[in-house]
């Protein structure tokens, strides 16, 4: 009996979708055993050695709701790992950005990440792996 191929074995989003949530899965136990929330974790990674970002462009990267991403970002400005600070020509809008605290908390994890990505990676070879990243970033920027 032949198998016929299901629509989503070979389609991108659902390939995509299956491949992070693999990977992704793979890393938050680190995050969780770590005593980091994936939400926290999420926006440490995206703020981590950058510079400050509007709570809008912050949700869009961690791929969350904007009121969701603000209720973390005050638990996490409780804890003292996140700051808002004031835009310099426009005072209506508000940065947030990582403080020293939430910069040591992701060091530990992003070498930990990097790691583990390049484990995941290894497999294509290096040039396979760079070329998959920068499709990627491509088609995230694509129009």
């Known amino acids: 009996m032949s198998r016929r191929a299901r629509f989503v074995d070979g389609y991108l989003a659902a ?3 299956q491949a992070s949530h693999r990977i992704s899965a793979e890393f938050h136990r ?4 770590a005593g980091v929330p994936v939400a926290e974790w999420r926006i440490l990674a995206s703020l981590a050695g950058g510079e400050a970002l509007p709570v809008g462009r912050l949700a869009q990267i961690v791929i969350a709701p904007q ?4 209720r973390q970002l005050d638990r996490m400005a409780a804890k003292g790992l996140v700051e808002r600070v004031a835009h310099e020509s426009d005072r209506r809008l508000a940065l947030v950005r990582i403080t020293a605290q939430g910069e040591a908390l992701a060091d530990s994890l992003v070498r930990q990440a990097r790691a583990h990505e390049k484990r995941v990676l290894a497999p294509f070879g ?3 792996a760079a070329a998959l990243k920068q499709m990627l970033a491509e088609l995230i920027e694509a129009p």
Request: hydrophobic residues 50%.
């Open 67 to 70: 009121p969701t991403v603000t």
């Open 15 to 17: 390939l995509l979708a």
């Open 30 to 33: 680190v995050a969780r055993a």
């Open 126 to 128: 290096p040039e396979r």
